[in-house]
Each structure stands twice: as structure tokens, then as C-alpha cells.
T-cell receptor
Framework: DGGITQSPKYLFRKEGQNVTLSCEQNLNHDAMYWYRQDPGQGLRLIYYSQIVNDFQKGDIAEGYSVSREKKESFPLTVTSAQKNPTAFYLC???????????FGPGTRLTVL | AQTVTQSQPEMSVQEAETVTLSCTYDTSENNYYLFWYKQPPSRQMILVIRQEAYKQQNATENRFSVNFQKAAKSFSLKISDSQLGDTAMYFCAYRHISNFGNEKLTFGTGTRLTIIP
């Protein structure tokens, strides 16, 4: 089946540790995105990549890093510099001209 | 910068009734897209409907339709014959059109809709 997969579904991290969230898509989409969702808030963009080996900061990039070495993969690293990392993280992808973004099932990150 | 505002944090309606969710946005662009996404308790984001700003005709998808008022920068979602499965968070989102084609979405804070049996 075509789609976007995120792993793990739940992730626990100790303070001071870096952690990497996985996002894979087999839709052959060029663009990929990472969003963060907090209770009572909409989704906020962390990073996005429009093409392999290129990515741009979104609205809340501080404390996060990404890479885009392959078209189908866009991992997100939450570093120890992120002050409040506990949140729900959603990955998405899209391809023109549809301009529709398709989302993965999300990863719930909890810092202990 | 574009902003999207959803002024109704929560709504509830009886099953089979019609409900309208409000969304306003602020932009200086003339060409853009507007979206409604649904997030059920599973937290999977699902695209409900899309509207291109250059189209005057309101988009419809089965029981879902929009009232797009470009001058007023308003984009409401109407759900007809509501069903229990419509219970979810609903997010309005904006995206401007670029030559490259892939641009970020700006989301509102969401409306939690509950369908009452």
C-alpha cells in the first residue's frame, strides 16, 4: 500500500538526550514536512524539504534538525536544545500540482 | 505572514443535523488554497475538502461543502446530515501558490466537533 509511515508510535526520552523520529513515504512525493501539535493548538511547521538534499526552517525550528538524503525519507532529530519537546509530531508529504498534503499517523514524544 | 483563525474551540450537534464551522484568514496574496482537515481520535490527519481562491464556485465533497467569501476572507465548512463518525477536530489551513508548487500550510487552532447520538 502507498502511504506515509512514522515510527515509533510512542517514544520516551530522558532529558538531555537526542532522539530521532522516522518518516518514510512511498508516494514518490518531492516535498516532505514536519509539524508539531500541542494540546489546544494547531499544527506548527518545524522543517520542510522541497527536494532531496535541501530543506528549510519552518516557524519553530530551534532545537530540531533534519536531513533529506533520500526522496522517501525525512528523519527529524529532537535535540537536547529543544526546551519543551513533549508533543505529537506529524510528518506529511506532497507533490505538485495537487497541492494536497498527506499525513502520516504521527509519533507521540514524551520527555521523562 | 498569513494567519488562520478558528473562533469556535468546541461545537456539538445532534446526529443527522447540519453544522457549520467557521474560519477566517488574513493574507495579502491573491492566489492561494484553503483546506479543511479532519483529525479523529486516532489523530490521523485526513483531508476533507480543498478550495482554490481563483475559483468562485464553492467546493463540495459529498456531505461536506464550503462557503468561500474571498473579499471577507472567510472559509466556513458545512457538514450536512452529520454522522457519529464526523466527531473529530477540524482544522482550517491556508497555503499560498508558488511557482515551485510545494509550500507549507498554515493551520488554525481547530474546532472540536462532537456529534451526539
Amino acid at each position: 500500500d502507498g502511504g506515509i509511515t512514522q515510527s515509533p508510535k510512542y517514544l520516551f526520552r530522558k532529558e538531555g538526550q537526542n532522539v530521532t523520529l522516522s518518516c518514510e513515504q512511498n508516494l514518490n512525493h518531492d516535498a516532505m514536512y514536519w509539524y508539531r501539535q500541542d494540546p489546544g493548538q494547531g499544527l506548527r511547521l518545524i522543517y520542510y524539504s522541497q527536494i532531496v538534499n535541501d530543506f528549510q526552517k519552518g516557524d519553530i525550528a530551534e532545537g530540531y534538525s533534519v536531513s533529506r538524503e533520500k526522496k522517501e525519507s525525512f528523519p527529524l532529530t529532537v535535540t537536547s536544545a529543544q526546551k519543551n519537546p513533549t508533543a505529537f509530531y506529524l510528518c506529511a508529504s506532497s507533490i505538485p500540482p495537487s497541492n494536497k498534503q498527506f499525513f502520516g499517523p504521527g509519533t507521540r514524544l514524551t520527555v521523562l | 505572514a498569513q494567519t488562520v483563525t478558528q473562533s469556535q474551540p468546541e461545537m456539538s450537534v445532534q446526529e443527522a443535523e447540519t453544522v457549520t464551522l467557521s474560519c477566517t484568514y488574513d493574507t495579502s496574496e491573491n492566489n492561494y488554497y484553503l483546506f479543511w482537515y479532519k483529525q479523529p481520535p486516532s489523530r490521523q490527519m485526513i483531508l476533507v475538502i480543498r478550495q482554490e481562491a481563483y475559483k468562485q464556485q464553492n467546493a463540495t465533497e459529498n456531505r461536506f461543502s464550503v462557503n468561500f467569501q474571498k473579499a471577507a476572507k472567510s472559509f466556513s465548512l458545512k457538514i450536512s446530515d452529520s454522522q457519529l463518525g464526523d466527531t473529530a477536530m477540524y482544522f482550517c489551513a491556508y497555503r499560498h501558490i508558488s511557482n515551485f508548487g510545494n509550500e507549507k500550510l498554515t493551520f488554525g487552532t481547530g474546532t472540536r466537533l462532537t456529534i451526539i447520538p
